[in-house]
């Protein structure tokens, strides 16, 4: 119960100090208050019946507004299969005609091991590969499956524009029911487009997702499968297992993206293969990253969205600009080669084709990342990486003096900050600490690839000497170009630019190191 009503009624009473023997004055007063709540109550019920009414009249004239008169606003059943009762569905658009038509198989169903009929969906005339049957069975189900909203009856074939309508679709089950689905114009009201079902004498109204279904073009329902990645005889076995692309001998990559001709390949240094998996060999050599994304392409396929053409000739690939791509990657292994061109649309997508395509199918970056790297995404920043476990000796050359630290197992190390013993000019240094510095070392990275010519002596070279004592040594050079970087170079190659900062720390943890003192990495 309200408290304010509550409230509200005692202060009435209390007010005149009233009780059940009180002036019936009082009592009429709250009779009264009680009389006016019902009579408010009556107003209100006038409203609400007028305000329906008006709905009511609204309603009513709004449906008879173009003319037409509904039997009823009840959702209608007017044609009512499965796309799995249908022989052939064809359909005619603006875009053609396109007659849908099925085939059963008897397949082996993966989870109960029983054998099931699978019935796939085509287009005739187009090529079984290049299109959907997921696509064309929805198609149809929307064609063979719908309700009407209304039915009309005060207007004529003409009036709705189903003597000449904007589709049609001619429908054969399997058992040989014929049936012709027209679609006219767009009702006035907007509550869907006019529809007139052979062997029903009245013309309905049926919601727009019908015209949609019908209103496609032949790309519309191109396959979506993924492009697979390359298989080959046995011939190439040694690239390949299982069936997968494992090895190449090269992946070149260029396009209009590109102003030179990027070339990788697998890094087959035994030891260095580890830690840096690809090169770069041209336009120069250095390590390279992100190259698992271009391999993957041709080792395990890419996700497509559709299609653009149905050919490709030289005209269509021109029409989609692939005679002058913006993407090449290019896999080649032993005599064979295997190109794909990529090049970006106004909507968006990449239309791409390979060496062996019959069609140009469509792919978004998103699926394909790599469509989204430049020359310098692939190179690495890391100047240089290898295993402390690989190392025999490091050796740093400054201006003025060298430190020369000779690494070894640690016998007793039984912790992993205490597994190496390390030793310079006859003094044995904390191995924790060395350590930290080595890691430091493996953590540096250039901030640019620009490339300057340097003179002069390196102000400092380090040089690391492998447990393997028939490897070359492996030199980085660092040469000061100006008051905010330092160029560097490995075994001669030019890796680009570190902040002067960076290569403050490298003398800093040095130092550090030197005096016996915790080496900061961070």
Known sequence: MNNDFENEKTTQIDDEFSTVFSDPAAHKQVKAKKSNKALVTVALCLVVAIIIGSGYWIVKNYAVDDGDKSTGDNTIELVDYDAGDMKTVTVTNKNGTFTFYSESTQVVDEESGEEITQIDWYVKGYDKTFTSSGIIEQKVEQIVDFDAVRDITTKTDKDCGLENPVLTAKVETLKGEKFTVLVGDQSPDNMGVYVKVSGK?????????????????????????????????????????????????????????????????????????????????????????????????????????????????????????????????????????????????????????????????????????????????????????????????????????????????????????????????????????????????????????????????????????????????TVIKFYKVNATKYQCFVDGIDMGKIGSSNFKKISKNLESLLQGKQVIVN
Do not use: H, W
Request: with cysteine.
């Open 201 to 473: 004498e009245k013309i309905y109204i049926v919601s727009d997702s019908l015209a949609e279904a019908l209103n496609f073009t032949d790309i519309d329902l191109a396959s979506t499968e993924a492009q697979g990645g390359i298989t080959l005889s046995d011939k190439y076995d040694k690239y390949f297992s299982d069936g997968k692309l494992i090895d190449f001998d090269s992946i070149t990559l260029s396009g209009k993206y590109f102003d030179e001709k990027l070339v990788f390949e697998l890094n087959d240094d035994s030891l260095l293969g580890d830690y840096i998996p690809y090169l770069v060999t041209s336009p120069t050599k250095r390590s390279a990253e992100n190259v698992d994304g271009v391999f993957s392409v041709f080792a395990d396929g890419f996700p497509v969205s559709g299609a653009y053409a149905y050919d490709v000739k030289n005209k269509t690939l021109a029409k989609f600009g692939l005679d002058n791509p913006d993407y090449q990657l290019s896999v080649k292994f032993k005599d064979y080669t295997y190109t794909y061109k990529f090049k970006k649309q106004e909507d968006g997508y990449f239309a791409v084709v390979g060496s062996d395509s019959k069609v140009v199918k469509k792919i978004s970056a998103d699926e394909a990342t790599f469509l989204y790297y430049r020359t310098e995404d692939f190179y690495s920043k890391t100047v240089f990486m290898v295993s402390i476990d690989d190392i025999s000796n490091l050796t740093l050359k400054t201006e003025t003096k060298t430190y020369s630290f000779d690494i070894e197992k640690n016998p007793s190390g039984s912790e992993e900050l205490n597994k190496y013993i390390v030793e310079c000019d006859g003094k044995v240094y904390n191995s924790s600490y060395f350590q930290s510095f080595y890691q430091y070392l493996c953590m540096l990275e250039v901030m640019d690839f620009d490339t300057e010519k340097v003179k002069g002596e390196p102000e400092l070279t380090i040089t690391y000497n492998y447990n393997d004592s028939k490897r070359e040594p």
